[in-house]
């Protein structure tokens, strides 16, 4: 395949490649950490948190809370220059639930992730339970002159699967959340987690079919892994559940990508995880040896995102 802006074309809607196009140069995430809490984990929904969440809350906790909003921006901005050439960034704030805050609050911390004059974006991680109308109203207010994403943690759409994690929201928490989000000129994107204790094929296929009839604009798609010190990982160790080998995870990824309509962009077809807390599974760690083999299997399968979408 012939390169187009320094990227191989995918069969799918890969982000970067998104952003590319969009904006004519290379733009990369900035991971923040504000501090934020989740209500999962402090003992206003439940205790514990959701069975695979480990401290970090998911793999976030990008930098030491002493630096400022601002000097992380900054210090984000120099590495991703000298690494991967980048020209401009989007302030990705990821670490537990990014709304959770009262909305002064939240109003000086984005602002404050703005400043740079090199960054054209907020994206905004959160669960679908922690926002409200005048929340979403604020997160409106910066699409005038930025692009704005919130991303909410789905994982699933069945109700089952939810209390069995713990997670503490019900798949109905998500769609009153996307429908205060719609036509408020912010992007929507929902993390799906495949693989989760219980589900079956066919429940994950049922989650892709309900988001690609709900108009959202983008989905990041996780593999469930095991992390240390988690109740996850008593459960793996207590053999209460199994994990996909890769091949079912390549099978089950090109299926759910192959319900998704077109245009929607997909931010992650897997993690990275963090290597010295993962548990399970060891495949994960070889990264771009996965994403090459979901390339091939859509190849297997002359096939493509959005080839079993009916409108």
């Known amino acids: ?53 480990e401290e970090g809350g998911s793999f976030s906790r990008a ?34 639930s990014n709304t959770y805050a009262p909305v002064e609050r939240l109003k ?14 907020l994206s905004i991680g959160t669960r679908p339970d922690c926002v409200d109308i005048e929340k979403i109203n604020l997160i409106s207010s910066y699409t005038n002159s930025h692009y704005v994403w919130v991303e909410y943690g789905l994982q699933t759409i069945h109700n089952k699967t939810l209390n069995h994690i713990n997670r503490g929201h019900s798949y109905e928490d998500f769609l009153h959340a996307v429908n205060l989000t719609k036509n408020k000129g912010i992007n929507i994107c929902a993390h799906v987690i495949i693989g989760l204790p219980g589900e079956s094929r066919k429940d994950i296929l049922e989650t892709a079919k309900a988001l690609a009839d709900l108009g959202i604009n983008g989905v990041k798609i996780h ?16 053999n209460e ?5 890769s091949e079912e995870y390549i099978d089950t990824v090109c299926d759910f990508l192959e319900l998704l309509p077109p245009e929607v962009t997909i931010h992650r ?9 993962l548990v399970a599974p060891n495949w994960l760690c070889e990264k771009f040896k996965l994403l090459n083999a979901i390339d091939q299997e859509l190849d297997k399968r002359s096939s493509f995102q959005g080839s079993k979408y009916i409108r």
């Open 269 to 277: 077809l897997a993690g990275n995880g963090l290597k010295r807390i």
């Open 1 to 53: 395949m012939r390169e187009r802006n320094g990227f191989i074309p995918k069969k799918y809607n890969q982000y970067s490649q998104h952003l590319q196009d969009k904006f004519g140069c290379k733009v990369y995430k900035i991971t923040l950490d504000a501090g934020f809490d989740c209500p999962n984990r402090d003992g206003r929904i439940s205790s514990g948190g959701c069975i695979f969440c």
């Open 223 to 238: 593999l469930l892994c095991v992390l240390k010190n988690t109740k996850l990982e008593k459960m793996y160790l207590n």
């Open 241 to 245: 559940f199994q994990l996909l080998s």
């Open 63 to 96: 930098h030491c809370n002493s630096l400022s909003i601002q000097q992380q921006v900054e210090t984000g901005v120099e590495k991703l220059k000298s690494r991967f050439k980048a020209q401009k960034f989007i302030s990705y704030f990821q670490a537990y």
């Open 108 to 121: 000086n911390i984005y602002d404050e992730a703005l400043l740079h004059k090199d960054v054209i974006g």
